[in-house]
């Protein structure tokens, strides 16, 4: 069957480290990965886009990678800070179809 | 704010009460999807909009439910006969292109209470 996986347990790291997310997928053939913010009770908000012919993605403090022999993404914030401290979403889209098939999220939490 | 909005935000209904929801996208974008989600899930394809074609919708969304986006522009999704598992955050997104790999901008999304 067809999966998305990110860690359901809350990811807590200590202010200044990195931070490191991890999405994994079965049975898809992605075109894209997509990873996203979303604070509770708004919508998620994009952050990064990786295509399939690509190994890494870097956007300020923030980078992806994307290896789809392992069929994994890993998302990494370094020199975190708490006000990263939200939930973090990956999506992909399969090769050929517009929809976004999501994760459920890994909750960060940034301590002081 | 993306620039995505939402009405209503929130919404309380009784259950077999029919709900109408509506969403305008960025201006420019001629995509549009609707998702659900539930706590601690991930958003759950409804369906989607090219301009004013409903191009896809999920085989999850039963014949109570029904989207429209007359003119390619805002877009109403309508819940007739609500159920209490209808309960959940809808969000809407749009999005630029016509081909995959977009980002999509999302609405702040409209909480349904079904009582």
């Known amino acids: 069957s067809q999966k998305i996986e990110q860690n359901s347990e809350a990811l807590n790291i200590q202010e200044g480290k990195t ?23 708004r919508g998620p908000v994009f952050l990064l886009l990786i295509r ?7 956007k300020e403090r923030l980078k992806v990678t994307f290896d789809t022999t392992l069929k994994q993404s890993l998302f990494h914030i370094t020199a975190s800070q708490p006000a990263d401290s939200a939930t973090y979403l990956c999506a992909l889209d399969e090769k050929g179809n517009y929809q976004l098939i ?4 890994t909750k960060l939490i940034i301590k002081p | 704010d993306t620039g995505v909005s939402q009405d209503p935000r929130h919404k309380i209904t009784k259950r077999g009460q029919n709900v109408t929801f509506r969403c305008d996208p960025i201006s ?30 999920s085989r999850l969304l039963s014949d109570r439910f029904s989207a429209e986006r007359p003119k390619g522009s805002f877009s109403t ?5 609500t159920e209490q598992g209808d309960s959940a955050m809808y969000l809407c997104a749009s999005s630029l292109g016509t081909t995959a790999g977009y980002e999509q901008f999302f609405g702040p999304g409209t909480r349904l209470t079904v009582l």
């Open chain 1, 19 to 41: 931070a490191t997310l991890t999405c994994n997928y079965t049975n898809y053939s992605p075109a894209y990965l997509q990873w996203y913010r979303q604070d509770p009770g």
């Open chain 1, 52 to 58: 399939e012919n690509e190994k890494e993605k870097r």
């Open chain 1, 102 to 105: 999501w994760g459920a999220g």
């Open chain 2, 28 to 57: 420019e974008h001629n995509r549009l999807y609707w998702y659900r989600q539930t706590l601690g899930q991930g958003p759950e394809f409804l369906t989607y909009f090219q301009n004013e074609a409903q191009l896809e919708k």
């Open chain 2, 77 to 81: 999704l309508e819940i007739q006969r």
